[in-house]
C-alpha cells in the first residue's frame, strides 16, 4: 500500500499516467470513427478532418466525407464529452454525499429526465415548439428542484438528499410507466425505451456543443472546488472547522452535477454505471485527492463511452445496442468486483 500512495504521489508518475491516458482517448477515438459498414482507414478519418478544418482537402467521395464528418465524429465526440460528465459528475456525487454507491442519477434527474420526453414524444406536448431533448432537459430540471425542495425540507444533510433522490426517481419512474403504457402504440414504446436506455445515434455538431460547454464550465467550477471536497471526506463539521462553507459548496455543486447531467441525459438518454464505476477507477490510479481525481475520473470516461459507443453500434449490425445495455453489462461485473473488494479490504 505504501508503494502505491508513493507512486500516485509521484509527479513524473503522473505525468505519465495523463500522457498515456490522453494518447489513449486520442486513438481510441480515430479507432472508433473507422468502425462502421463503411470500412475507413485512420489516415483517411485524419484527412477528412484536416480538410474540414482548412488544410488540404481529403481525395474521398462526398459519401464517406459525410459519413466522418456528420455521422461518427459528432458521434464520437459526443460519447467521450458525455462520458467525460458522467465520470466527473459520479466522481462529485460520491465526496460530496459520502457514499460510493451514489451517481450522477441519485437526484432523480434521469427518471425526471424520461417523463419529460414521453410527455413530448407521446402525449405530444408542447405542440411542436420543444423536442424530446428540451423535454427531456426540462423534466430533469424539475425533478432535480423536487429533490432540492424535499432535502431542504428534511434537514438538507446527505442521506435526506439520498432519500428525497429516491422518491423522486419513483415518482417520475412511475408517471413515465403510466404514461407509456396508457398512452403509447408498440412503435412509440419501441423508440421510448431504446431512448431511456441511452443512444448517441442523433448525435450532431450542436449536441456536441453544447455537452463541451457545460462540461467544461463544470470541471472548471468543480475543480475550484477541490479543496473543500478533500475536506468533506473528514465529514461536515470537520470540513466547517476547516473554513469550508459547508452549505454553499454543497448546493453550488449540486447544482453543476445536476446541470451537466441534465444536459448529458437530454442528448444521450440515461446512460448508467459510468458515473457509479469510473470514478472508483481514477481512485485507484490516481488516489482521492480531488485536483487529480476529478480529471481523471473524466479522461477515463471518456476512453469507456468511446468504446461502448463503438460496440453498440457494431456489435450486432445493422441493428445497433442501446449504450446503456453495454454499459450494463460490463459495469455490473466491475461493480461486483469493487464490493468484493471493499468487504476484502481490512
Do not use: Y
Request: charged share 10%; proline share 4%.
Amino acid at each position: 500500500m505504501t508503494t502505491r500512495v508513493r507512486l500516485r504521489d509521484n509527479p513524473t508518475t503522473v505525468t505519465l499516467l495523463w500522457m498515456i491516458g490522453v494518447v489513449t482517448l486520442a486513438g481510441s477515438a480515430a479507432v472508433a470513427i473507422t468502425l462502421g459498414p463503411a470500412g475507413l482507414s485512420v489516415g483517411e478519418v485524419a484527412s477528412i478532418v484536416v480538410g474540414h478544418l482548412g488544410g488540404t482537402a481529403a481525395d474521398v467521395t462526398p459519401i464517406r466525407d459525410g459519413i466522418v464528418w456528420d455521422l461518427r465524429l459528432p458521434r464520437t465526440l459526443l460519447a467521450a464529452l458525455c462520458g467525460a460528465g458522467l465520470g466527473l459528475c459520479g466522481a462529485i456525487m460520491q465526496s460530496l454525499l459520502r457514499n460510493p454507491l451514489a451517481d450522477p442519477f441519485v437526484l432523480g434527474i434521469s427518471s425526471g429526465a424520461s417523463t419529460g420526453a414521453v410527455l413530448i414524444v407521446i402525449l405530444g406536448v408542447g405542440s411542436g415548439v420543444i423536442g424530446l431533448s428540451s423535454g427531456a432537459f426540462i423534466g430533469a430540471v424539475i425533478s432535480f428542484a423536487l429533490v432540492l425542495l424535499l432535502a431542504h425540507a428534511a434537514g438538507g444533510t446527505p442521506d435526506r438528499v439520498i432519500l428525497a433522490g429516491v422518491a423522486a426517481t419513483q415518482l417520475f419512474s412511475a408517471l413515465t410507466s403510466f404514461i407509456v403504457i396508457t398512452s403509447a402504440d408498440p412503435e412509440q414504446t419501441r423508440g421510448v425505451m431504446f431512448w431511456l436506455l441511452g443512444s448517441l445515434g442523433g448525435a450532431d455538431w450542436l449536441d456536441v456543443a453544447l455537452c463541451a460547454a457545460v462540461v467544461a464550465v463544470g470541471l472548471a467550477v468543480c475543480l475550484t472546488h477541490s479543496r473543500a471536497l478533500d475536506a468533506f471526506a473528514f465529514g461536515e463539521d470537520a470540513a466547517s472547522s476547516l473554513g469550508v462553507n459547508v452549505w454553499r459548496v454543497r448546493v453550488t455543486l449540486l447544482l453543476a452535477t445536476a446541470l451537466m447531467t441534465a444536459v448529458i441525459v437530454s442528448v444521450a438518454g440515461a446512460i448508467g454505471f459510468v458515473g457509479l464505476v469510473l470514478p472508483h477507477a481514477a481512485r485507484a490510479l490516481v488516489g482521492s485527492n480531488h485536483r487529480r481525481l476529478l480529471p481523471a475520473s473524466a479522461l477515463i470516461g471518456s476512453i469507456f463511452l468511446v468504446w461502448v459507443d463503438a460496440v453498440a453500434r457494431t456489435a450486432i449490425a445493422p441493428q445497433e445496442l442501446p449504450a446503456g445495455v453495454v454499459t450494463a453489462l460490463v459495469g455490473v461485473p466491475a461493480f461486483a468486483v469493487i464490493l468484493w473488494r471493499r468487504k476484502a479490504r481490512p
